[in-house]
């Protein structure tokens, strides 16, 4: 089975710090890996998949991620955090029937 | 383009109540989920619709549960008698089909509370 981890719960930084939030993945096959975000009381916003190529992944907002496939990683990166980037965010894996498997998400919080 | 829209937004029923809740995908999007999201925990499918047919629902306690797409596009999700592990936020998404380069787009949610 198909699978996902994000190891932390919660992530502190301070604004203008650069951020990673973790995500491990178990897949047999190719993997295609997706971020989303949450804000509170609201649905789960797009923010960048890996299907294949580019180890490094530019999506919205200014966030990246990096595809490590030795290590089994997917960590969400970002140069330089902003109060606002303080969100619920998950990282997933899709399957070849078309949906998504959800880490249980971790809580990015960013202080000015 | 319009979202993926669900309502209501807000339900709170008593246990062994029923509730319904419903989702309009974004036009032209074939597939269509349905997750359920716990407090604390990632959301979980629940059904998958591929147009009008069922491509998963193994997640759905078909005791309680149930879901039909007419016409392969509204859904509606239904849970019957409710109970109180039931309490969660109901999100639906749409996707144009299950071909990884395609994105889910997800509704607010429905957030149920079961008293």
């Known amino acids: 089975a198909q699978s996902v981890a994000q190891p932390e719960d919660q992530v502190n930084v301070a604004e203008g710090n650069p951020l990673t939030v973790k995500c491990t993945y178990s897949v047999s096959g190719n993997p295609y890996l997706f971020w989303y975000v949450q804000y509170p009381n609201r649905g789960l916003q797009f923010l960048l998949k890996?299907?294949?190529?580019?180890?490094l992944v530019k999506g919205s907002y200014g966030f990246e991620a990096e595809f490590n496939k030795s290590q089994t990683s997917f960590h969400l990166k970002k140069p330089s955090a902003l109060v606002s980037d303080s969100a619920l965010y998950f990282c997933a894996v899709r399957e070849h029937t078309g949906k998504l498997i959800f880490g249980q998400g971790t809580t990015l919080q960013v202080k000015p | 383009e319009a979202g993926v829209a669900q309502s209501p937004r807000y339900k709170i029923i008593e246990k062994r109540q029923s509730v319904a809740f419903w989702c309009n995908p974004i036009?032209?999007?074939?597939?269509l989920y349905w997750y359920q999201q716990i407090l604390g925990q990632g959301p979980k499918l629940l059904i998958q619709?591929?147009?009008?047919?069922?491509?998963?629902d193994s997640q759905l306690p078909k005791d309680r549960f149930s879901a039909e797409r007419l016409k392969g596009v509204d859904s509606t999700l239904k849970i019957q008698p409710a109970k109180l592990e039931d309490s969660a936020v109901y999100l639906c998404?749409?996707?144009?089909?299950?071909?990884?380069?395609?994105?889910?787009?997800f509704g607010n949610g429905t957030r149920l509370t079961v008293t």
């Open positions: 036009s032209g999007h074939a597939t």
């Open positions: 619709f591929q147009n009008n047919g069922v491509v998963d």
């Open positions: 998404a749409s996707s144009l089909g299950k071909e990884p380069n395609s994105p889910l787009h």
């Open positions: 890996y299907i294949t190529g580019d180890n």
